[in-house]
């Protein structure tokens, strides 16, 4: 094609004419670029409020550090062999596991039967649907003060409830005992983090098909039949990433026992994540507490990286 031409302006004399010039590569950097500009402010408030304090915590958790002065010198793996030799440490992981996979498994059972009940039609179905997310909306520190009213042994309304009907002979001390704190705290949890299980897994389930069910139904399944082969594969993907989530969030979740107990009585309710905190802060060990913040991330990264597969996969559906 360009010979053609190059020969036609030798015989005419006429010029070659231009061929129109095409810049794909530029068009591609455009292209690249775009998303990156549209993504800017998110990437930048999460560097700041999440990557900048993730890597000073691993800085700090290698170094000897001041409340003062800051960094004071580099101790390298001291801090983490401080932290994992202290005879606290096992027993701090039990405690987390039991906290964590405990009120998660409870939130999941409770979560997922009080949606199929919502499911349902019955009267005013959409103002109970919305009634049940008050435990979730409800802020932390507020449900703390409400439950250390309910628990406390002396004017508390479930012990004076639990003496009314005689199950009781004397207020039973929930916040204060070895054996309930923790319990106590889970089940607390529990109230609180059911709603998030039940929506999440109500939406699920709202896009089940229904041809699918009548057909199961036609094919001699029964009620059980159909829930376990066309309902639950179909809201399986939901209950792992939700599982996953609540995971994550149950294991940092400090605001509670805080609150309630400070992690006693004793240390018989402190988790990874609040002894991270009172290291640091109240005993001023900044060094052992980062630690002690580094070892729960890697326990978490596990399930992050679950999470992320699992999206991954659900965005290529």
Request: glycine residues 8%; aromatic residues 10%.
């Amino acid at each position: 094609m360009a010979s053609s031409t190059l020969t036609e302006a030798v015989v005419t004399g006429r010029p070659a004419p231009r061929r129109p010039v095409t810049r794909p590569r530029r068009r591609a950097r455009r292209g690249s670029v775009a998303p990156l500009v549209l993504l800017a402010p998110a990437i930048v408030l999460v560097a700041v409020f999440a990557g900048y304090p993730l890597v000073r915590s691993m800085w700090f958790s290698f170094n000897d550090v001041s409340v003062f002065t800051g960094v004071l010198e580099f101790v390298g793996f001291q801090n983490f062999a401080s932290v994992i030799g202290t005879a606290e440490f096992v027993p701090t992981l039990g405690r987390t596991a039991f906290w964590t996979f405990g009120a998660v498994a409870l939130q999941l059972i409770g979560g997922l039967s009080l949606a199929l009940m919502l499911n349902n039609r019955f009267p005013l179905r959409g103002v109970y649907r919305g009634l049940i997310m008050i435990p979730w909306a409800t802020p932390s520190v507020l449900v703390a003060l409400m439950w250390k009213w309910i628990l406390d042994p002396n004017n508390g309304v479930l012990n004076q409830w639990l003496l009314n009907a005689g199950i009781i002979d004397a207020p039973i001390e929930f916040l204060s005992q070895n054996s309930t704190a923790l319990p106590t705290l889970v089940m607390i949890d529990v109230w609180q983090g059911i709603p998030l299980f039940a929506i999440m897994i109500l939406a699920a389930l709202q896009s089940v098909s229904g041809e699918l069910k009548e057909s199961a139904q036609i094919d001699g399944c029964g009620p059980v039949g159909v829930f376990r082969h066309v309902v639950l594969p179909a809201i399986l993907p939901t209950i792992l990433i939700t599982t996953l989530l609540r995971l994550i969030w149950t294991s940092n979740y400090v605001d509670l026992i805080f609150i309630l107990t400070g992690g006693g009585p004793g240390t018989s309710s402190t988790t990874l994540a609040l002894e991270s905190y009172l290291t640091t802060y109240k005993a001023s060990d900044f060094g052992a507490g980062a630690a002690y913040a580094v070892i729960q991330a890697l326990f978490l990264a596990v399930f992050i990286a679950l999470y992320v597969r699992l999206t991954r996969k659900d965005a290529t559906r």
